[in-house]
């Protein structure tokens, strides 16, 4: 695998006072699922200054997804198809996508988690 990509990324309830939600930590041209994102995302690649979008939300699905080197987001029902895919909890934590399933307005999902200590 490649190295990551640490995406600072931003959300606002109004496209106007935005906070910091997390660096969602991607690979070159990999999309990011975003758990619980506001009605505004905007993001930024680590080198440069400014932010891209803002992104409004299209739909009231559970996930965002971000393409992130194309600045596209879409609301979705994520499918078998985004299992592997990194998600950006709100708080800054992310996994990536293990599980995801659906019946109606209910889901159960799993996110798998891994870190590293250097010495």
């Keep these: 695998m490649g190295e990551h990509v640490g995406w600072v990324v931003e959300g606002s309830k ?4 935005w906070r910091f939600l997390g660096k969602g930590w991607a690979l070159p041209g990999e999309p990011l699922l975003l758990h619980g994102a506001p009605r505004f995302v905007r993001y930024r690649h680590p080198d440069e ?50 599980r995801f399933e659906h019946q109606g307005d209910t889901w159960t999902w799993a996110l798998e988690f891994r870190g590293s200590r250097h010495a």
Excluded at 14 to 17: I, L, M, P, S, T
């Design 14 to 17: 109004d496209g106007e006072r």
């Design 49 to 98: 200054r400014g932010f891209r979008g803002p992104l409004e939300r299209t739909g009231d699905e559970p996930m965002t997804m971000l393409r992130l080197d194309q600045g596209v987001r879409e609301e979705l029902w994520p499918t078998e198809r985004h299992v592997g895919l990194p998600v950006l909890l709100a708080g800054g934590e992310v996994g990536r996508l293990l």
